[in-house]
């Protein structure tokens, strides 16, 4: 009888401890759904940020110096792009992607040199194919220009997204998520995300 008393005690506290995790973590669901829009967010404020940059030079090119032709307007945007891309390096290592980047390499710089390489190639493409076909219609220059740029803006910018989510800055997504699976109860055992399942505790006899 007394080894049955131990072990239904010792069933309970499982059972007690199963439950404290379920709450423990339940309640971080949404802080943990909330918190993988943050990413998006912050890129998206990075991006507006370099849209003004971006725009802004190349209105400001294009009012003082009128583009004579298709070759100097992709000269005004590349270095539009150039600029915005300097800026996109400088607020998303230092914020948007903050946890994840590495200082200590050339890695990462490497490829977010190549992802710019790409960002301003796309961008330029699709600039110079949809002005190409507004200069066809009623509008006037400047507003076909700007509608351009707005398209190509919004495609380039969508791939760099990606490239810099999961390329640039995501060599290091694997360690978070691992961490991040982990959760440590009231009493001190860790359980993990999904089946309950508490980890071995060497210490624990029954």
Not at 73 to 83: D, F, G, I, R
Not at 158 to 184: D, I, K, N, P
Request: aromatic content about 10%.
């Amino acid at each position: 009888m007394h080894a049955v008393s131990i072990r239904l005690r010792h069933v309970a506290l499982e059972g007690s401890d199963r439950v404290r995790a379920r709450v423990l973590n339940g309640a971080g669901f949404w802080p943990r759904r909330l918190g993988k829009l943050a990413v998006p967010t912050k890129f998206c404020v990075v991006g507006a940020i370099n849209a003004l940059v971006d725009f802004g030079t190349l209105n400001l090119l294009s009012w003082s110096w009128p583009a004579a032709d298709a070759v100097q307007l992709a000269l005004y945007n590349t270095l539009a792009l150039v600029l915005a891309n300097a800026n996109s390096y400088l607020f998303n290592t230092l914020w948007t992607f903050k946890e994840q980047t590495r200082h200590e390499g050339p890695r990462q710089r490497a490829t977010f040199v190549a992802q710019a390489v790409l960002n301003v190639g796309v961008n330029n493409g699709l600039f110079w194919l949809t002005a190409g076909l507004l200069a066809d219609t009623a509008l006037s220059v400047a507003v076909a220009q700007n509608m351009a740029k707005a398209i190509s803006t919004v495609a380039a910018s969508t791939l760099s997204f990606l490239l810099m989510r999961y390329v640039v800055f995501g060599s290091r997504r694997g360690t978070q998520r691992s961490v991040e699976g982990a959760h440590v109860t009231s009493t001190g055992e860790e359980w993990i995300r999904g089946p309950w399942k508490p980890l071995p505790d060497v210490g624990r006899t029954g």
